[in-house]
């Protein structure tokens, strides 16, 4: 069965707040527009995952809900895993390789590095980055085709789909 995992890093968030750490940081006013405008662009593009995983931390959990609310889907379907803050790539593995076996399609919401090192692995080719040098740009999700269960998710298991930023 074929499995769509679709990765989606945080939109920009406002490093001049007053937040009392950067677990608390909210995205700005170009992060709140581009949030909406992924869960646009997923609506229209017809993508509309099963099962839903972010990170708690503010900027992720905002960036989840509005591109939730553009997809139409009810933001209490978003499961919020505190291991997602700042998740390298062997906790992420453990989220994939533990996904739901009947989900066909899932949603990571979360922070890089680990967002880059999750999509380069599994992936396992050249990916296009942006000009930061990043391949998961804030606002950025890709879609990865994989073929086997989630449990079995390894290095070079997956197909880049796409990769779409939100501008």
């Not at 527009?33 to 839903?52: S, V, Y």
Request: a negative charge; glycine letters at 6%.
């Amino acid at each position: 069965m074929s499995r769509q995992l679709y990765i989606l890093r945080h939109a920009k968030s406002d490093w001049s707040t007053d937040a009392a750490n950067d677990f608390q940081r909210p995205l700005n006013d170009r992060g709140i527009r581009n949030a909406r405008k992924m869960g646009r662009w997923m609506a229209e593009q017809g993508i509309r995952p099963q099962t839903i995983i972010s990170s708690p931390a503010l900027r992720a959990w905002q960036t989840a809900t509005l591109a939730c609310n553009g997809l139409g889907i009810d933001e209490t379907r978003i499961q919020f895993e505190p291991e997602l803050y700042l998740a390298d790539l062997a906790t992420l593995m453990q989220t994939v390789n533990s996904l739901p076996a009947e989900s066909g399609s899932a949603m990571l919401v979360g922070h890089n590095p680990g967002l880059d090192q999750l999509v380069t692995y599994l992936a396992g080719n050249e990916l296009p980055v942006a000009p930061d040098g990043k391949v998961m740009a804030t606002a950025t999700l890709a879609q990865l085709q994989l073929d086997g269960d989630w449990s079995a998710a390894t290095e070079a298991d997956a197909t880049l789909v796409q990769l779409h930023r939100a501008r």
